[in-house]
Structure formats: C-alpha cells, structure tokens
C-alpha cells in the first residue's frame, strides 16, 4: 500500500495525531473496489447494517429491499477492514442509481465515501451510461454536491429519514 497521510476531521497536518484534535490519523490510503465475492458482499452488508439499521435506525425490511442481485457493490477497506461500502443499480440502458452509500462513523470525513462514489461513477460512466440518480438524506446532499449532482424536486421521507432527489448528467 502507498503510505501518505489523511488528516482527520480536514484539520492538515503532518504529524502522527491531529494537531487540533489530537485523533490519530490513518497512515495508509484505503482500497475501494468492486466487490464480487461472497466474502466482499457479507462485508458490505455487514456495513449497511452497523450504518443504517443501528445508527439511523432503519428497518433490515427496508434496508435490505431484494434489489442487491442487480447490483454492483463497492467497497473500501483498510487493514483488512471494511470502512465503507457503496451499491450501483441500473434503471435503464441510460442511467443508474446509487444507493446504500455508507461509511463507518470512525472513517468518516477522510474521503472514503468520495473515493467510493468516483469509482462507482467511473466504472458506469466506462459502462456507457449517461447519467446517474439517488436519493440523498438532506445532510448529505453538499457531499454529492460537491460530486456533480443537482437537486430535483421537493423533500420527501423514505425509511423515516428527510431525502432529497439528486441527478448527475456524465
């Protein structure tokens, strides 16, 4: 793996911890990739549910909705554990949907969510597409943002939680 540093919380540094914060920082850059065996995919699970179900509260029912066997799957790991996982379904010959974007609350703010959704983009976009869509939860929506998306249309609930539309032209 390439050693470099991450700086937790965006606070720059080049020290072991986080000046500001003091947490310490990952020494290593994670690998994102398209997870395609039975091992990969119970660890991508395993991440929805610790993300959705335990912290957002989200039913399995609703988290788990039959769709993944027409899904690809993405996943980052480091040091040989999941952090981070992302799903990608096709609506049509044109355009996907990216869905079940999760990353482990320890991981989060260090660009693993973005390095998962370039990825899942590249690889549709690669694949002849010409758009992609989702569903953001309201606080997420700057995040996507900063990703080429523009909202579309009012807020609604889904699985109890405020959403928001967003839509990607490649």
Same mark, same amino acid.
């Given at each position: 793996m390439q050693r470099v540093s991450i700086f937790c919380c965006y606070h720059?540094?080049?020290y072991k911890n986080c000046l500001f914060c003091r947490r310490p920082l990952a020494l290593f850059v994670p690998t994102v990739y398209e997870a395609t065996d039975p091992q990969d995919l119970d660890t991508c699970f395993s991440i929805r !549910? =610790? =993300?959705f179900c335990h912290e957002q509260q989200v039913s399995r029912e609703s988290e788990f909705d039959? %769709?993944?066997d027409q899904c690809r799957h993405y %996943? *980052? !790991? %480091?040091?040989?554990?999941g !952090?981070?996982? *992302? $799903? =990608? $379904?096709? %609506?049509d010959d044109s355009e996907v949907k990216l869905e079940r974007v999760a990353v482990r609350s320890e991981h989060r703010h260090l660009g693993i969510g973005r390095r998962l959704m370039e990825l899942a983009l590249a690889d549709a976009q690669q694949a002849g597409y010409k758009g992609a869509m989702l569903n953001s939860q309201l606080q997420a929506?700057?995040?996507y943002k900063k990703l080429g998306f523009r909202a579309?249309? *009012?807020?609604f609930y889904e699985a109890g939680i405020r959403h928001? $539309?967003? $839509?990607k032209v490649f």
């Open positions: 720059a540094t080049t !549910i =610790v =993300v039959g %769709l993944d %996943l *980052a !790991i %480091l040091d040989k554990q !952090i981070g996982t *992302a $799903r =990608v $379904r096709p %609506l929506c700057p995040f579309e249309g *009012a807020e928001r $539309r967003m $839509r």
